[in-house]
């Protein structure tokens, strides 16, 4: 199975500043079949980017998928004390589908 | 509005069974894949299972294959997760979501806890 893995585990920024969060695959992700959800506490994740670059329905421009083999990137710019949360990436291409650990961003 | 709505969730001792049910609302059901997904304590995101719309395909995480069954009810907008042999390890919220790649829709969860 393909492993996803997220870095860092834990980042803590500002309001106004830029996150960076990324995920890296342990073979080559088919056919663009990248997805990012965010996930806040006690919530169920909602999906953020799908295809690596697409955004799903009401998800503002501050986001943005990028990426391409076995690493990939989400962009969140102008941070926002509501972009606290868990940030998951997931492979869909190829069976079984998996998810990486997740990366927790903290808005000071 | 798409509503999905978890429900059979619980308290279970291991080697025993649960059913979940989830109802989907707001969404065209019939036509799309639907999947379940788990996250243990304090962890990540575990795909579990999904369905063709016609539940003519299943298919699962080696974890679960043989011992859970996804199933689903067109007329009724319903997805099922039968869980048999239930382990430590199945300790989760489980969610359904709509799709068998991304998932747009997610449910609110219902937690399955596995303990003696």
């Known amino acids: 199975e393909i492993v996803l893995t997220q870095s860092p585990g834990t980042v803590s920024l500002s309001p106004g500043e830029r996150a960076i969060l990324s995920c890296r695959a342990s073979q080559s992700v088919a056919s663009n079949c990248l997805a990012w959800y965010r996930q806040k506490p006690g919530q169920a994740p909602r999906l953020l980017i799908y295809g690596i670059f697409s955004r799903a329905t009401g998800i503002p421009d501050r986001f943005s998928g990028s990426g391409s083999g076995t690493d990939f990137t989400l962009t969140i710019s102008r941070l926002d004390p509501e972009d606290s949360a868990v940030y998951h990436c997931?492979?869909?291409?190829?069976?079984?589908?998996?998810f990486g650990q997740g990366t927790r961003l903290e808005i000071k | 509005e798409v509503q999905l709505v978890e429900s059979g969730g619980g308290l279970v001792q291991p080697g025993g069974s649960l059913r979940l049910s989830c109802v989907v609302s707001g969404f065209s059901f019939s036509p799309n894949w639907m999947s379940w997904v788990r996250q243990a304590p304090g962890k990540g995101l575990e795909w579990v299972a999904n369905i063709k719309p016609d539940g003519g395909v299943e298919n699962y995480v080696d974890a679960v294959k043989g011992r859970f069954t996804i199933s689903r009810d067109n007329g009724k907008s319903s997805l099922y997760l039968q869980m048999n042999s239930l382990t430590v390890e199945d300790t989760a919220v489980y969610y359904c979501a709509t799709g068998s790649g991304w998932h747009d829709y997610w449910g609110r969860g219902t937690p399955v806890t596995v303990s003696s």
């Open positions: 997931q492979q869909y291409g190829t069976a079984p589908i998996t």
